[in-house]
C-alpha cells in the first residue's frame, strides 16, 4: 500500500523558514516525478513546486526564488525548503506524484503570521 506521510509544517512569522518533509512507504519514490501542493482555506489545492526523476525542478511563480524542493531517493523523502515565508503562502501543504494522483495525505499546516 503506497503512503505518503507529510510532516514539518508549524506556525511561523513572517519571513520565517520551515523545511517540509514527505517519507514515502510502499513505493520506490525515486522512478516518480513528485510534488508539493497546498490548499487554503476556500481555494482551490495547487501545485508549489515539483522534481523529476533527475533531478529537474519548477515552481510556481509566487514561490519562484524563496522554495526548494528536493528528494533524497535513498531515504525515500522528498522535502521543500520554505524560506522568506509570507502570510499567504499558509495551507495545508501536501505532497503527492506529479501529476498528482488520487491518493492524497493528511497534509501538514503551515500557518505564517504577519
Known amino acids: 500500500q503506497v503512503q505518503l506521510v507529510e510532516s514539518g509544517g508549524g506556525l511561523v512569522q513572517s519571513g520565517g523558514s520551515l523545511r517540509l518533509s514527505c517519507a514515502g512507504s510502499?513505493?520506490?519514490?525515486?522512478?516518480?516525478?513528485m510534488g508539493w501542493y497546498r490548499q487554503a482555506p476556500g481555494k482551490q489545492r495547487e501545485l508549489v513546486a515539483s522534481i523529476s526523476r533527475g533531478g529537474g525542478t519548477n515552481y510556481a511563480d509566487s514561490v519562484k526564488g524563496r522554495f526548494t524542493i528536493s528528494r533524497d531517493n535513498a531515504m525515500a523523502t522528498v522535502y521543500l525548503q520554505m524560506n522568506s515565508l509570507k502570510p499567504e503562502d499558509s495551507a495545508v501543504y501536501y505532497c503527492n506524484f506529479a501529476p498528482a494522483r488520487n491518493n492524497w495525505g493528511q497534509g501538514t499546516q503551515v500557518r505564517v503570521s504577519s
Open positions: 510502499g513505493i520506490m519514490l525515486s522512478i516518480y516525478a
